[in-house]
């Protein structure tokens, strides 16, 4: 079953940001889509049996701070 689940994301400054925010997420297994915001500062998150903790160490190792909101 899909699941969506939003995270907060800081550290985000621009365009290049909101690529690489996306493409770590998308990269997690079980992601499949991921919209990110800028000005929001979140990422939403879809996929099946998705692993929070994958995603936000995905998002991390980018250089940007995430958390489940």
Same mark, same amino acid.
């Given at each position: /079953?899909?699941?969506?689940?939003?995270?907060?994301?800081? %550290? /985000? $400054?621009?365009?290049?940001? &909101?690529?690489?925010?996306?493409?770590a997420?998308?990269? &997690?297994? %079980?992601? $499949?889509?991921?919209?990110?915001?800028? =000005?929001? *500062? *979140?990422?939403? &998150?879809? #996929?099946d @049996?998705?692993? $929070? @903790?994958?995603?936000?160490?995905?998002? =991390?190792?980018? #250089?940007?701070? @995430?958390?489940?909101?």
């Amino acid at each position: /079953m899909s699941q969506t689940i939003e995270f907060s994301v800081t %550290g /985000m $400054t621009c365009d290049h940001c &909101v690529h690489a925010v996306t493409t770590a997420a998308k990269d &997690v297994p %079980g992601v $499949t889509d991921v919209k990110v915001s800028l =000005e929001d *500062k *979140k990422a939403i &998150v879809t #996929g099946d @049996a998705v692993d $929070t @903790a994958k995603v936000i160490a995905a998002i =991390e190792e980018e #250089g940007y701070e @995430a958390a489940v909101v």
